[in-house]
């Protein structure tokens, strides 16, 4: 069954460093989303993608975050400049808009700590 | 605005009994509601969804969940708990294809032998 991978699974870094988290979404998918769980709070949007651009964002997907789809398969989520309080689990979904399914399927996650 | 709560933190069940894990939600607009499953150090898997039509969903895991309007609630529902089930669940609730989640707070599922 075709899934959702993150890349990395952990991600260590200092405050006020760039990050860059990796996603493939389903091959057919054409919806992606960007989604963050801080720990023991609530799975929470930031941001959804489509044909190339955003479609939707969160009030949290400030100037400091930004998505790209670089090539055919990867999703990006990229933070300029790392705070503390980015510190959590990243997830990324996508979901297949040409069918009447739309359920948005998981990555297994990044978790991000800053130091 | 949307909303989702889930009023429990916990739920406790013996292996074998019926499951029944609460969520309540607040849409303007038809809702999509799904149930999603987080076990531990893993991703959020897909459960079942309510996107129309019978009220009754059935899902993954022998996993089910009753949609009713009049009291915006779509419970999931299981009728008899494995220890296997003993996991962290998730309600959501989007507006359109396409469009943003919103979760609920989730509900520890505990499965006693």
């Known amino acids: 069954e075709p899934e959702v991978t993150q890349t990395p699974s952990h991600q260590v870094t200092q405050m006020g460093q760039e990050v860059i988290l990796r996603c493939v979404p389903i091959?057919?998918?054409?919806?992606f989303y960007w989604y963050r769980q801080i720990l023991g709070q609530k799975v929470e949007f930031l941001v959804s993608?489509?044909?190339?651009?955003?479609?939707?964002k969160s009030e949290i997907f400030d100037d400091q975050f930004s998505v790209e789809r670089p090539d055919g398969s990867n999703f990006t989520l990229k933070i300029r400049s790392t705070k503390l309080e980015d510190s959590a689990m990243y997830f990324c979904a996508s979901s297949d808009r040409s069918s009447f399914t739309d359920t948005q399927y998981f990555g297994p996650g990044t978790r991000l700590t800053v130091l | 605005a949307q909303s989702v709560a889930q009023p429990e933190d916990q739920v406790n069940v013996a292996e074998g009994n019926p499951l029944t894990v609460k969520c309540t939600y607040s849409?303007?607009?038809?809702?999509?509601l799904f149930w999603y499953v987080q076990y531990p150090n893993r991703g959020l898997q897909f459960l079942l969804k309510?996107?129309?039509?019978?009220?009754l969903v059935k899902g993954s895991y022998g996993f089910e969940a009753e949609f009713n309007k009049s009291q915006t609630s779509f419970h999931l529902k299981k009728p008899s708990a494995l220890v296997s089930d003993s996991a962290l669940y998730f309600c959501a609730v989007g507006r359109n294809a396409g469009n943003m989640l919103t979760f609920g707070g989730g509900t520890r599922l505990m499965v006693k032998p």
């Open positions: 091959s057919n998918h054409l919806y």
């Open positions: 849409v303007s607009g038809n809702p999509y």
């Open positions: 993608f489509y044909n190339n651009e955003i479609s939707e």
């Open positions: 309510y996107i129309t039509g019978d009220n």
